[in-house]
Structures are given as C-alpha cells and as structure tokens.
C-alpha cells in the first residue's frame, strides 16, 4: 500500500492506473478506522481495480465548541488495518494541502436545502465544510465510484446532490449501516461513551424499530409519533436534537402518499452526540 501526502504525488498514481484502463474507488474517512469503513472498503474492492481511502480529520465541518482537537487520531492503527485490507492507496494530506486558501477565507461548496435541515439547523455550516471537502477529495483522485455509509444518511444525500448538480462523473454507492451486536451503530463517536453511557446507547436504534413497526402497523400520524418516542429518549437519558420520519429521497416532509421513509435521529448521551437512521418501503 502507498501512502501519500501531497496531491502531486497522489496524482502520479492515478494517472498510471488511468493509463493502465483500470477502475478506481475513493472511500473518504476522518480515520479512527472500525469495522463500519472497512465494511466500505470490503465494497470497494469488489467493484473496482483499484482503491483509495482518504484519512482527513476535515476542519472545515466541525463547528464553534465541537471535537476537532480532540477527534480521535490513529494513524498507525488505521495504516495496519488499511494494509490487511489490501487497499491500494492510503491519502493522508495536511490541512495546508487540500485549503490553500485557508479553512475559513477559501473557496467553498454548498448544498441549499438538503444542508438545512435535521443535523443542519443543529451544526450550521457542517454540510458545506462536507461538501467542500468531498469536492476537493474527488477533484484530487478523480474516482469512477466513492463509497459512503448509510449511517450518515443526510451526508449521503448531499454528496448525492451534489455530485449530479455539478455533472461529476462519479458513482456515489452506498453501503449499509454496520451495527454491534446490540444495535449500535458504529460510529468514532462511541469512544466518548462511558461504560453506562454504552449501556444505554442502543435504545437509540430500538427506539426507531418501534417507530418504524408502528408507522408499518398503519400510524400516520407522525407528528404525534416521533414526539412520544422523543419524551421516551428523555426519560431514558438522552437528550433528543431531532427525531423525525421524512421521505427517503430527499428528506422533504412526507405526505400520506409517501412510500419510502426514512426515520432519523440525533441525540446526546452525555457529552456525546449520536446519529441514527432507518429507512424502509410501506
């Protein structure tokens, strides 16, 4: 496995693989790698020639008082782990490199609308720092396909959106939630949980098996619905920031008519925040 810091470098190997015909992946990570990115990588290696995973804890998409210096970095772990899966490429670019024009001050991409909303109000900026960076990140390897989790689901609609609304060339494939035994969806998050914390963390993800049984159970009353499992969380110990049934296609408000939902919610479990979803067919 190569690993390369600069995308000058990055580049000289994209162009031989290029020249060679063959077909590249990119799967982007903020490191602090589980079995949830390499379930992307796994993906990956089915569906193309080569693949390129990114570790860059982007500072761009963490707002004022969130975890950007304390964002667990595990470089050595992640490099070992990223060997054993065979991946072709390993980026690991400064923040220097990919915002030469400064995090804050430089040129930007945003999403309207999809960006808004959900973890959006609650983090304004977050998806324009992820569309940005993603951009650069494609820009720089030049992908057939990029493969991201269902997990962050709203995340999953804005490259989306974005990939088509810029006419690039590249195939946004996603790959489904990876979950602990227990329900958990796994996350780097989870690290910051105390024991009691991770205890109770699934009621998260059963939280939304209920929702989504009652709604298949013939209640279209969503309102009353996601309102009644948010005082459940309260009383379990979290601390809801949403939890709302939108369609699966583009988070828009369903109407009674709506066939694909997709049940969302963003909590905190102390001083973690934790980001859950589960979207089916009527």
Request: net charge positive; aromatic share 6%.
């Given at each position: 496995?190569?690993?390369?810091?600069?995308?000058?470098?990055?580049?000289?190997?994209?162009?031989?693989?290029?020249?060679a015909g063959e077909?590249?992946?990119?799967?982007?990570?903020?490191?602090?790698?589980?079995?949830?990115?390499?379930?992307?990588?796994?993906?990956?290696?089915?569906?193309?020639?080569?693949?390129?995973?990114t570790v860059f804890v982007n500072p761009a998409q963490f707002g004022a008082g969130e975890d950007?210096?304390?964002?667990?970095?595990?470089?050595e772990q992640d490099t070992h782990l990223?060997?054993?899966?065979?991946?072709d490429l390993m980026f690991v670019p400064e923040v220097e490199e990919l915002y030469p024009g400064g995090v804050n001050s430089g040129t930007y991409v945003d999403v309207p609308d999809l960006s808004e909303t959900l973890c959006g109000v609650s983090r304004p900026g977050h998806f324009r720092g992820v569309a940005t960076v993603v951009t650069k990140l494609f820009n720089c390897v030049q992908p057939d396909i990029a493969l991201f989790g269902e997990k962050d689901y709203q995340q999953l609609l804005v490259i989306r959106k974005?990939?088509?609304?810029l006419c690039l060339p590249i195939e946004i494939i996603a790959v489904p939630t990876v979950r602990e035994a227990d329900g958990l969806a796994l996350s780097s998050r989870n690290a910051y949980l105390t024991d009691e914390q991770r205890r109770l963390a699934p009621l998260l993800y059963q939280a939304l098996q209920l929702c989504r049984k009652q709604i298949l159970?013939?209640?279209r009353n969503y309102g009353a619905l996601v309102s009644q499992v948010a005082s459940d969380l309260r009383s379990a110990g979290f601390e809801p920031d949403y939890i709302e049934v939108r369609r699966a296609d583009n988070l828009a408000e369903p109407?009674?008519?709506?066939?694909?939902?997709?049940?969302?919610?963003?909590?905190?479990?102390?001083q973690t925040r934790l980001i859950d979803n589960i979207n089916f067919s009527l």
């Open positions: 496995m190569y690993t390369e810091h600069t995308i000058l470098s990055l580049r000289s190997h994209i162009q031989q693989w290029r020249r077909y590249i992946a990119l799967v982007p990570t903020m490191g602090n790698l589980h079995a949830g990115h390499l379930a992307l990588v796994e993906q990956a290696r089915k569906l193309a020639d080569r693949v390129v995973v950007f210096l304390s964002y667990p970095r595990t470089l990223l060997m054993q899966s065979e991946v974005m990939t088509a609304e159970s013939g209640e109407t009674i008519d709506t066939q694909k939902l997709v049940i969302l919610v963003a909590a905190r479990l102390g």
